[in-house]
Every structure is written in structure tokens, then in C-alpha cells.
């Protein structure tokens, strides 16, 4: 299988690692914009040698290489994966991306959805969002307990996270370093948003259950430390903002059906918090799921793009999410 990153930030590095450590992939391109990068050899950059492959600034890498499947880090949202979605599948490219919007964009995005599909369609290829949350934590796996299930009546999940491995651009949307005035204006101004994924995990969970949800309700509210705390990128003193704690309600009609709670911060164990990830579903039978610590977001995010690479080349062409596709399972670890 010919693959071609194009990112090769902190996630796209990652998988592109994988894919050269794997029997049955080659990694043909990596297309990336920061000058860090530009020119370098993709193995040396990695720490594993020269492997040939050289980062370079130009989508003309897809035409060139002709891939089997591009794998896209760039950015969370629709407006700015589509182009590079849409010019991988011209190229008869299937994608799998791991823009958070991109994990269900069939409600938040309707247009933009039926467009990628009938593309996908026409070039006979498969487009999938994924990664650990979206993606994976607070839908796919909620999904999956559900099948165990005769009927489900609510839903209540969470992801307790440690947010301190991650760079400037997280902090930043997380309000990580704020104080709590700069806080409420970072969110009124949209410079602050928290976690990027609630609509898109509900209206996954929504559609594989058959439920119609009639209103979302979220909210975020500061996490304010009170004690130092401190990550390569951001200082927070005693009284300013080391996280956001978001979260989302689906109802259907009055009944709340599905609760999501998300609340990211930096070093939580300084404050006597413990990471984890809970999910307890009600109906004619409770499960109660517990995952601690928590299913660590950047290893986790790397290995499902890498994992779903095979199964996304062999599925059906069209737009597809998670729950459309096989379960997910590892596959660098395949001996035979
Ligand atoms: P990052 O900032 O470390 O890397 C992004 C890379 O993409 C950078 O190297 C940048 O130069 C490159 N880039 C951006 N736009 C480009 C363009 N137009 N052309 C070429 N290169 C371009 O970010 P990351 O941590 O690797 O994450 C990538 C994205 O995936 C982020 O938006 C992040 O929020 C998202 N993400 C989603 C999940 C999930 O669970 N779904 C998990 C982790 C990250």
C-alpha cells in the first residue's frame, strides 16, 4: 500500500513513522508547509536514517507518487481538509483524516457531506474522519458497548485528559495560560473553544441508535489552578486557567439522552485529579466502563489512523465515518 502523509506535525510524524516501520505499507511523500521540514529526508527527520523520501510543499506529491491513500493532519475543521480531500481523491487517492469535524460531518455540514460522497463515489474511492476523540473514546467505543445492549435509554460518558503533551495551538483553544477574565472574552470571541468533536460525537452515536436529537446544549467553564503548574509552552500561576472543562447534553425532545463531559487541563495529578475514560450506558442492562489512566490522546490518535488504513482501501467508496466501517484493531503487530 503507497501512502502519502500530508502533515507531518505531531500526529502526522507519528504515522509516518508507522507506515515506514510496517511490512505492507511504503511511504511514497509527505507533504508539510514549515520550513523546518521543507527538504529534509522524511527518515532522517524521524531519527530512523535516510529513508529517501523527502518533505516537500507541493500537492503535486500526490500526482507524482500516485497513492493508494493519503493521510491528512493538518487542521480540525471541514473548510480547510476539503481541498486537500478533495484534490487526494481527484487523484483516485483514498483519504483517512483526523480533523475532529471531520469524524461525523454529515449533520454539521451537510452540503460539504453529500459533496465529498458523491466525489468519493465518482473515483471510486473512501474518505474517512478518525482519531482518539472524535474518532474513537466518546462514540465509536460507546457504539460498540451498545451492541450488548436490547435498549438503550441514556448515555453518560467521560474523558478525564491530561492536556500537558501538547503544543501552542491546543493551549491556546483551550484557554491553557489565560486568566479567567481572558477566559470568558477568548470564548466570546471564539478564540477560545474548547474541545473540538461534541456535535460530531453525538450525532454519531445519534444516527447508529436511530435517535433524533433536538437540541445540543454545551458549556465550558475555566479550570482554574491553584497551585504552579508549568509544560513546555505555557506557565500557569496559582489563579489562572490551566484547562477547560467542556461538556455537551443531547436531548431527545425533553429527555436528555446523551451527556458527554470532557475536562482537559494540564498536569491534573498536581491537583489530585486522575486521567481516565468512564462511559456508563443505562437501559435494559447498565455497563459501567472504566479505562484508567486514560487512553493516552497523541499514541492513540497515531495508531487508529494507522490501523484503519487497510480497511479504509478495501471498504466501499463514499464518505464513511467509524461506525460505518469494521472494528477497528491493530494491525503493525500482524505476524502472518
Ligand atoms: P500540528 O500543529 O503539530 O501539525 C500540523 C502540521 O500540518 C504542521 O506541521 C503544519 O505545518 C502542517 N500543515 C498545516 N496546514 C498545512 C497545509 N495547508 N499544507 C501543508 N502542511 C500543512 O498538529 P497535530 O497535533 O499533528 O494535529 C493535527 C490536527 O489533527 C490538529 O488540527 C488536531 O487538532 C487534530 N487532531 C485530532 C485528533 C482526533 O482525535 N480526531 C487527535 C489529535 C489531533
Redesign the pocket.
Known sequence: MRIVT????????GIAKNIIESKFMKLVGV????PE?IGKDVGELLGLGNYGVRVR?SIDVIEETNPDLVVI????FVK?VLP?IEYAVKNHANVIT???EM?FPFDSHPEESLYMDSLAKRYGVTIL????????VLDTLIIALTGVCTRVGRIVAKRINDLSP??K??METQGVGTTPQQFEEGLKKGTIVGH??FPQSIAMIARALGWNITKIEEERKPIVSNVHRETPVVKVEPGMVAGCNHSAKAYVGDKCVIELYHPQQIHPHLEGVETGDYIEIYGDININLSIKPEIP??KA?IAIATNMIPIVISAQPGLKCMADLPVPRSILSFTR
Open positions: 500530508w502533515g507531518f506535525g505531531a500526529m502526522g510524524r507533504i508539510d508547509k514549515n521540514f510543499d493532519a493538518t487542521s480540525s480547510d486537500q483526523i480533523a475532529e469524524a474522519g478518525t482519531g482518539v476523540n472524535p474518532g474513537f501538547f503544543g495551538t491546543v473540538i468533536g490522546g497523541g490518535t
